[in-house]
Nanobody, 123 residues
Framework: QVQLVESGGGLVQAGDSLRLSCAAS????????MGWFRQAPGKEREFVVG???????KAPDSVKGRFTISRDNAKNTGSLQMNSLKLEDSAVYYC?????????????????WGQGTQVTVSS
């Protein structure tokens, strides 16, 4: 059973950067697709960015150019680099892993989830 643990969240000001990490245990992420999602209060969980096991990345226009996903299979970790943060980026951020090796905007595609880390952007 793969377990995912996110870290790196916090309180930052608009325009700042933040790097989130996702550490996996109980299995290797090397063949898994990975995704980052976020959920703000009162809103549905939203796809942020995804990466396949082969390293192909999908980022929606809302974060393209600001957010970058990466993975380090040797360390069994994933990361989300967030630059030029905006107030609307405030949310709990979750990493997820999919045994099928790709990414999806749909949360149900993923088999494993972390517990989430809070990101708060202030003005």
């Amino acid at each position: 059973q793969v377990q995912l643990v996110e870290s790196g969240g916090g309180l930052v000001q608009a325009g700042d950067s933040l790097r989130l990490s996702c550490a996996a245990s109980g299995g290797s992420l090397s063949t898994y697709g990975m995704g980052w999602f976020r959920q703000a209060p009162g809103k549905e969980r939203e796809f942020v960015v995804g990466i396949t096991s082969g390293g192909d990345i999908k980022a929606p226009d809302s974060v393209k150019g600001r957010f970058t996903i990466s993975r380090d299979n040797a360390k069994n970790t994933g990361s989300l680099q967030m630059n030029s943060l905006k107030l609307e980026d405030s949310a709990v951020y979750y990493c997820a892993a999919a045994t099928r090796g790709s990414w999806s905007r749909r949360a149900e595609y993923y088999d494993y989830w972390g517990q989430g880390t809070q990101v708060t952007v202030s003005s």
